[in-house]
């Protein structure tokens, strides 16, 4: 049966989405009732979840797995992103804590987690244990600067943080600002991804204001044949093959991170031209944009407008232009990876 969403859902949804781009969201209760829960994992958590799916991947190509055994969802909202980082690491989690301002997100979020983790322990709650995965996703623009700071005081007791937001510019500049904080501090992380060094972010410089970093995730194609996201999407005027995102993993290690420091990170999508890119690259030097030329690699030039899983690359440069490239991870099959 196909599945068409009612004059009253799509009211809803609406309502949902204008709090969110107008960022009154954090500042009040937006469920109204169960139904609304039910209504925004489908959608638009949904949609957030192929995000964490990006990032998930990303991680597992640059061979980097939670050492955690425990999870603390904060700001679960209906626990897509715990739920994204179960799916992906199945039998690496002993316990779930989810941490919600809602007491119905949180009942939502736990009913959910246990129905598909009936081994997993599941509390409501800030639990942080001595070995805890920090999971966030979608809540930076929802804090004011002194929650922010609050919030980072949790996350300097975890073990390790995946942080995942929406890719927006100041959303994106946000979390490159909690990363050079987080960093810069006594607590021993170390940055994961998308980094692939431990300097000081290069988009908050100066000559990078226009820049921010963000990525792009790839939706599941099927979603393309489906009568209910069609709608969804011409109703609410959402572009379903559009996922921008950023994100931000760091570990507490006595371990180098698992990347190469001379891989550089390449930062949203290329600008195309005719005959060549330029690739916007961040690596320990700063960020800096570099020409690619379709008759020095087109290979290269294709895999990268297509945009890879793991778009992290050992350049080889010519006179500050790229001729080719070792890609992180290419010996691996993606294909073999959770959907």
């Given at each position: 049966m196909i599945k068409y969403w009612t004059p009253s859902e799509l009211k809803t949804l609406r309502r949902l989405r204008e709090g969110f781009l107008s960022g009154t969201a954090g500042n009040a209760n937006y469920w109204r009732a169960v139904e609304d829960l039910a209504l925004y994992d489908t959608t638009f958590a949904e949609r957030i979840g192929w995000k964490w799916d990006g990032a998930l991947r990303e991680l597992t190509l640059r061979q980097w797995s939670p050492k955690s055994r425990h999870i603390l969802d904060w700001g679960c909202g209906t626990g897509i992103a715990s739920r994204r980082v179960l799916e992906w690491w199945p039998d690496q989690f002993r316990s779930l804590s989810l941490h919600d301002r809602s007491s119905a997100a949180m009942r939502f979020a736990a009913e959910r987690a246990h129905r598909e983790n009936p081994k997993l322990t599941v509390r409501m709650g800030e639990q942080m244990e001595p070995d805890t995965l920090l999971v966030l996703s979608h809540v930076i623009n929802e804090l004011p600067s002194r929650d922010l700071s609050r919030l980072m005081e949790r996350a300097r007791e975890a073990t390790e943080i995946?942080?995942?937001?929406?890719?927006?510019?100041?959303?994106?500049?946000?979390?490159?600002?909690?990363?050079?904080?987080?960093?810069?501090?006594?607590?021993?992380?170390?940055?994961?991804?998308?980094?692939?060094?431990?300097?000081?972010c290069g988009m908050l410089t100066a000559k990078?204001?226009?820049?921010?970093?963000?990525?792009?995730?790839?939706?599941?194609?099927?979603?393309?044949?489906?009568?209910?996201?069609?709608?969804?999407?011409?109703?609410?005027?959402?572009?379903?093959?559009s996922l921008p995102y950023s994100f931000l993993?760091?570990?507490?290690?006595?371990?180098?991170?698992?990347?190469?420091?001379?891989?550089?990170?390449?930062?949203?999508?290329?600008r195309e031209f005719k005959g060549h890119d330029k690739v916007l690259s961040c690596h320990e030097g700063g960020v800096t944009e570099l020409m690619l030329q379709k008759r020095d690699a087109p290979e290269l030039m294709k895999a990268l407008r297509k945009g890879p899983a793991a778009p992290v690359y050992r350049w080889t440069l010519e006179g500050g232009k790229i001729v080719g490239a070792e890609e992180i991870g290419g010996a691996m099959d993606s294909t073999s990876l959770p959907e």
């Open positions: 995946i942080w995942v937001e929406a890719g927006a510019r100041d959303e994106s500049r946000r979390l490159s600002e909690v990363r050079d904080r987080l960093l810069g501090d006594a607590r021993g992380f170390v940055a994961v991804a998308p980094c692939t060094h431990q300097a000081r990078n204001e226009q820049h921010w970093c963000h990525h792009f995730a790839h939706p599941p194609s099927e979603i393309f044949q489906s009568a209910s996201w069609h709608q969804f999407s011409l109703e609410l005027g959402i572009d379903l093959r993993v760091l570990q507490k290690s006595d371990e180098l991170a698992p990347t190469a420091p001379d891989f550089s990170r390449v930062i949203g999508k290329p």
